[in-house]
């Protein structure tokens, strides 16, 4: 498969390097994730040129906004993108409305803009048009600073951190209309985060950073589940799942959801059957056991195989088992593993204590 | 109450100011926009520069000017050559020593003012398809509005109370270099204190109107503040 966004950075700061050549998808979000210092956002603003560095190859969907061999550089108002900064970066002396306009009024007239109308409702902002940027919340001015980006229909929408400066709550607030941008809008969008929570909640392709190199790059699930970086040993490893609503049992207040290879049951989800929804399994949460367990109060009991085992510092193991088409990440105690004697390709049973629906 | 001279010397400094005040902003602004933004070494030099009117004696930058621009001098010569003749006792003379006195007090609102607004409105223009031209009147004009207020009108008021520097360059020449300060100065040389009250009097009204302005309606922060 071609992937229509190519960037291969090299830059020198002397006391930070960044080292990067990546391929990335050209639709769906791709989470940017490391960090602070790992240069997730530095490739970010070399991306949008808001930086440049010296040797830099930038092809996006087949236009190419760098290649120092060939001295272009396209600069940052050439480009067609929209660019979200951590905090809104309204413009305070204009409306929302005229926030708005900013960028429509300076993009060709014969080039396609997008639905204005639409994206206000997508992101409920319509009623604040003739606001200024003081009189509205940390959310709703995020919120603005989206569809100002959005209105341009760029090629490439990038995002920096959008949720960082906002608390748990207003955060709640932004993040299921970010999942429904994605769903709707065709335009592939690079996102920036330190947070685990918002990598679940959100990407579809997986970028990992560290001191300016990249660990790891690709699909969620896989990425997640690779035992060669950091993040599967962390405390808050996770394993997400996309699944589909198949069943309610009313009188349980439960939902059964399939995925490829099985079925589990879920605390009630409020949404028709047939509704995707993205599930996230901590590794903490998931046990093993040799044999089916016959008498456990745990619903969720899958048979899986072991592809994979690590041990970190401390007396934890990391195992990944397959279960279905899917990777799971467990964490047990290195005395389990080793009691059980685990290797991999063992057959096994995975069962899962708990289980958080993610939209 | 003031008689026909008085009103000339009036009418004559408001011209020089308001010229002056013109030849500041378009000049100072580009200065203060690359003294807000550059990275070069030169910036300590050009800053240093821009600021020492404030500090000279108002005679001895007079002194200066009156030799450079001079038959012998530098500028006096560039000036003969372009067929100027040369700018001492002239209105041209005491537009441009006016602006060289008072730069610092346009100079350095708007470098305090561009240097607030820092990089994020500029990116954010950039990211929306605005060139650095149009980024600069489309936001960091209107940005900068309060900067360029108290700029023009720092500017202007300072310009309309020089006195050292016009004497040594503009001398006294009535309808062309003989601007409110030096006539109040022969009023009071003429014992004429009843004249020299008319027109002190109007310079002290407006001078603290315009501040009264400053401080209240456009909340700008005392000079002495500003000038850090």
Redesign the interface.
């Known amino acids: 498969m071609t992937k229509p966004i190519t960037a291969r950075f090299q830059l020198d700061y002397g006391d930070f390097q960044l080292a990067v050549d990546l391929s990335l998808p050209g639709s769906g979000v791709t989470v940017l994730f490391g960090h602070s210092g790992s240069g997730k956002t530095t490739l970010l603003r070399c991306i949008?040129?808001?930086q440049q560095a010296l040797q830099g190859y930038l092809d996006i969907n087949g236009t190419i906004w760098q290649d120092s061999e060939r001295n272009v550089f396209l600069?940052?108002?050439?480009r067609s993108?929209?660019?979200v900064?951590q905090?809104a970066?309204?413009?305070?002396?204009l409306t929302v409305a005229g926030n708005l306009q900013?960028?429509l009024k300076?993009?060709a007239s014969h080039s396609k803009t997008a639905d204005l109308q639409h994206i206000l409702e997508l992101l409920g902002i319509d009623h604040l048009l003739k606001r200024k940027p003081d009189q509205l919340s940390g959310g709703e001015r995020q919120r603005v600073a989206i569809a100002?980006?959005l209105a341009?229909n760029p090629e490439v929408l990038l995002m920096d951190e959008p949720l960082a400066s906002l608390d748990f709550k207003r955060k709640q607030e932004i993040l299921p209309f970010i999942s429904r941008l994605h769903q709707e809008l065709n335009i592939p969008v690079l996102y920036v985060t330190h947070s685990q929570q918002e990598v679940a909640q959100l990407a579809d392709h997986l970028v990992i950073l560290a001191d300016g190199r990249a660990l790891a790059s690709g699909p969620l699930s896989e990425t997640l589940s690779r035992l060669d970086v950091p993040l599967a040993q962390d405390r808050e490893a996770a394993s997400v799942w996309p699944v589909t609503i198949v069943e309610h049992e009313t009188d349980y207040h439960l939902t059964r959801v399939a995925f490829a290879g099985g079925i589990l049951s879920l605390p009630t989800v409020d949404a028709v059957i047939g509704t995707p929804l993205r599930v996230q399994i901590y590794a903490r949460d998931v046990s093993i056991a040799l044999e089916a367990p016959t008498a456990t109060s745990i619903l969720n009991v899958l048979p899986a195989i072991i592809t994979g085992l690590a041990d970190d510092k401390g007396g934890q193991s990391v195992v990944r088992v397959q279960v279905g088409g899917l990777a799971l990440l467990v964490h047990i105690t290195r005395k389990s593993a080793l009691l059980l004697n685990l290797q991999i390709g063992m057959a096994v049973y995975v069962q899962i204590k708990g289980t958080s629906i993610l939209n | 109450m003031l008689n026909p001279a008085d009103l000339d010397t009036l009418l004559l400094t408001f011209k020089v100011a308001s010229i002056a005040t013109t030849l500041m902003l378009l000049l100072g602004t580009p200065l203060a926009w690359w003294l807000a933004r550059t990275r070069s070494a030169w910036k300590g030099l050009i800053n240093a520069v821009v600021a020492l009117p404030l500090v000279l004696p108002p005679t001895v930058l007079g002194f200066y000017l009156l030799v450079l621009m001079g038959p012998a001098g530098a500028i006096g010569q560039f000036t003969s050559w372009l067929g100027l003749g040369t700018l001492p006792f002239t209105f041209a003379g005491l537009v441009v020593a006016s602006v060289l006195y008072s730069i610092p007090f346009v100079v350095q609102p708007l470098q305090a003012a561009f240097t607030t607004i820092g990089e994020?409105?500029l990116?954010?223009?950039?990211?929306?398809?605005?060139?650095?031209l149009?980024t600069f009147f489309?936001?960091v004009m209107?940005?900068a509005k309060p900067g360029f207020l108290t700029a023009a009108i720092l500017g202007f008021t300072h310009t309309v109370g020089e006195f050292g520097v016009v004497l040594m360059i503009g001398g006294n020449i009535p309808n062309r270099t003989r601007v409110v300060s030096v006539q109040i100065y022969n009023h009071v040389e003429a014992m004429e204190y009843s004249s020299a009250h008319s027109l002190a009097g109007i310079l002290l009204v407006f001078s603290f109107a315009v501040l009264l302005v400053l401080y209240t309606v456009l909340k700008t922060q005392p000079v002495a503040h500003q000038l850090k």
């Open positions: 949008a040129g808001l600069p940052t108002h050439k993108l929209g660019y900064f905090e970066n309204l413009f305070p002396h900013f960028g300076r993009i100002r980006a341009l | 994020l409105p990116e954010a223009a950039a990211t929306l398809r605005a060139s650095p149009d489309s936001v209107p940005l």
